[in-house]
């Protein structure tokens, strides 16, 4: 039909006309996975994570089970790059798993090929559901990036990475207020992965609506909401921000990637210094982005490393 919103596609919401069963199978990427099984692809989505990150553990220097907090599940691993100095580029990573799986201990990734460059990447545990509310989660990781700041004051950037539901924690923290924490961390860019940015949609899927009991809670956590009208701090630093998805996520997956790629090219936004960018990783699904991350010629690789070491000053 007419698009009567003058081209603001937000307002359209065409998950408001699926039925549950639909929407339970846009909200399932292991249903996506062209190349497995659902089942296969879960199966082998932990074993890759489990196998790279015995890999980085044997091979690279880290610093495992550091607390970010007094919490016992507030622990980052930290993965240093041969030459260590005071002012490496951090990259923090926020694994997924739709706030209810998935750990540190299997999310190396990208660890060996940004090491290998000079990055230090941090992987970030949080209190996953359900021991662990939303606001909880938002709370860790705005905590996490304080603490690596706190630590590495001289730090060159830290960008955040995030992966579906990491991703969507990475995005909140465009909306932090750091003013909080009394320390201003050195954001550069943020790379997220097939990501949710409307949580509002979830709440009708039968394996997550225990998340969000109410729409209030969905929407106070939803970034595509509140970008807009978040305060752009002074001080805070040109960021770029990559949003990417896989060619074959589902459709409602690539409808929110696109329209939060959309909201920083608002003027407020842009004026304040952010450049998105978007890319639809070809041939890929949902986990093979991560898998491909563990190589250093993939073209999310690059990217990456790419932006680090142009941002970087
Ligand atoms: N039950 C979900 C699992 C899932 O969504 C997922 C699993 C591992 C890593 C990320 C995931 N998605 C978003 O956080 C599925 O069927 O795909």
Redesign the pocket.
Known sequence: GMDVSGGNHKHKAPWKRMSKEELDNQ??????VVRLG?EE??RT?SQIGDEVTKRARATRRSLLDVPYGAGEGEKLDIYLPEAVSEAMPFLVFF?????Q??SKDTSAFMVNPLTAQGVAVVIVAYDIAPKGTLDQMVDQVTQSIVFVQKQYPGNQGIYLCG??????LAAMMLLADWTKHGVMPNLRGFFLL?G?YDLEPIMHTS?NARLLPTLEDAQRNSPLWHLETARTQPGYPACSILVTVGQHDSPEFHRQSREFYQVPQAPTLCHGGWKASFEELHDMD??EI?WNLTQEDYVLTQIILKTIFQESR
Not at 95 to 99: C, L
Not at 163 to 168: E, K, N, T, W
């Open positions: 909200y399932s990427p292991s249903r996506w659902a692809a879960m989505y694994h997924g798993g739709y706030w799986s998935g992966h579906s539901a990491g991703a969507h097939s949710v394996e949902h986990f991560l």
